[in-house]
T-cell receptor, first 112, second 116 residues
């Protein structure tokens, strides 16, 4: 069964304390992996798309990487404004039936 | 600025009433989607539409209906048949993806529906 698991569920960091969020997946035929940021009471905001193992994308303090089994979202020297829930979604292609599977998210809090 | 507008932000209804959630986009995207978000669960797809006058059921379509009469608009009706309608509803849109791929979704800011 296709599955996406994010860990940890919640993470609290001090400002400047770097860390990583994990998104592990078991899907049939990976077609792409997506990272989103969601602030409370708002819709998710697109961050990155990764298509193949070894690919990396960066944006400000965020860097996303992809292997054959998982993706990491590295946060370098985070600031309080990076506090949000980070969602991972994987596009599978089982039997030519594309489906987007969402993880439950990691809630990140960065203390000043 | 281009984007997706969902209205209203908060909606309250009595059990047994149908209610329609609005979603409008000016991104010129072909595809539009409705998701439901509940605490402790990932986003779940209700309906999607890849072209005007056509739409398909998602994973949890029971108790919901949609229409796609215009490219810009994709309203969702939550009917009285939906057993647990209280949730945060998200509308999204996307371009046609690259060959074999998938264009990222652009989301609205949601409508929180409470049914009592």
């Amino acid at each position: 069964e296709d599955q996406v698991t994010q860990s940890p569920e919640a993470l609290r960091l001090q400002e400047g304390e770097s860390s990583s969020l994990n998104c592990s997946y078991t899907v049939s035929g990976l077609r792409g992996l997506f990272w989103y940021r969601q602030d409370p009471g708002k819709g998710p905001e697109f961050l990155f798309t990764l298509y193949s193992a070894g690919e990396e994308k960066e944006k400000e303090r965020l860097k996303a990487t992809l292997t054959k089994k998982e993706s990491f979202l590295h946060i370098t020297a985070p600031k309080p404004e990076d506090s949000a829930t980070y969602l991972c979604a994987v596009l599978s292609n089982a039997g030519n039936n594309r489906k987007l599977i969402w993880g439950l998210g990691t809630s990140l809090a960065v203390n000043p | 600025d281009g984007g997706i507008t969902q209205s209203p932000k908060y909606l309250f209804r009595k059990e047994g009433q149908n209610v329609t959630l609005s979603c409008e986009q000016n991104l010129n995207h072909d595809a539009m989607y409705w998701y439901r978000q509940d605490p402790g669960q990932g986003l779940r797809l209700i309906y999607y539409s890849q072209i005007v006058n056509d739409f398909q059921k998602g994973d949890i379509a029971e108790g919901y209906s949609v229409s796609r009469e215009k490219k810009e608009s994709f309203p969702l009706t939550v009917t009285s048949a939906q057993k647990n309608p209280t949730a945060f509803y998200l509308c999204a849109s996307s371009n046609a993806g690259r060959a074999g791929g998938y264009s990222p979704l652009h989301f609205g800011n949601g409508t929180r529906l409470t049914v009592t």
